[in-house]
């Protein structure tokens, strides 16, 4: 019930196309869906965020999707560059207060130019 | 400089000996937190702590010790490490308490353990 599912492991997309990760939960409690980018050798950052009681949020070419009856949520990336080529952790907040994030496995995004 | 520094960046350890993971925070935020990253596994909790003092385990804490006698400050020892422990460890810290959720993460410690 704690786990956060998420999808695909890879993805290849071309400059231009548009990219988009899912992620699935289990558990209603879960208050806060963030998304991170991490490049090699550095650590994740936050790159967007949503509550579940908003469906979509975007900020410039990064959009979540939420889906509440469905219990999952999406990235798109819209135009996808190259530079974009990270890997996208999606992550829920435990709903107990203490702030603490389950995180998806991760999907490593190649934008070929 | 303002931020969250982990150190050492790469460690090579032997199986069964101590090790230990340095995390410092410059903004005085009160929650912190370590993660181990393994491919497959995502990022994976380890310990967090809400404040000076006050620590509590994670998804994985078997094998780690943390102590946080100072907000900035938040170790992770290994006691005897095991090949197991291998991984990349992140240290990250909030705001949250003040409604900022999202977390500032360090730049990791590969760790090694042969």
């Known amino acids: 019930q704690q786990q956060v599912k998420q999808s695909p492991q890879s993805l290849i997309v071309q400059k231009g196309g548009i990219s988009i990760i899912n992620c699935a939960y289990e558990n209603t409690a879960f208050d806060y869906f963030p998304w991170y980018q991490q490049f090699p050798g550095k650590g994740p950052a936050l790159l967007i965020a949503i509550r579940p009681d908003v469906s979509e949020k975007k900020e410039g070419r990064f959009t979540i999707s939420f889906n509440k009856s469905a219990k999952q949520f999406s990235l798109h990336i819209m135009d996808s560059q190259p530079g974009d080529s990270a890997t996208y952790f999606c992550a829920a907040s435990m709903p107990s207060g203490t702030y603490k994030y389950i995180f998806g496995t991760g999907t490593r995004l190649k934008v070929l130019a | 400089d303002a931020g969250i520094t982990q150190s050492p960046r790469y460690k090579i350890t032997e199986t069964g000996r101590q090790v230990t993971l340095m995390c410092h925070q410059t903004w005085s935020h009160s929650y912190m937190f370590w993660y181990r990253q393994d491919l497959g596994h995502g990022l994976r909790l380890i310990y967090y702590?809400?404040?000076?003092?006050?620590?509590d385990k994670g998804e994985v804490p078997d094998g780690y010790v943390v102590s946080r006698s100072k907000t900035e400050n938040f170790p992770l020892t290994l006691e005897s490490a095991t090949r197991s422990q291998t991984s990349v460890y992140f240290c990250a810290s909030s705001d949250a308490d003040r409604g900022l959720y999202g977390y500032t993460f360090g730049s990791g410690t590969r760790l090694t353990v042969v």
């Open positions: 702590s809400a404040a000076a003092d006050i620590t």
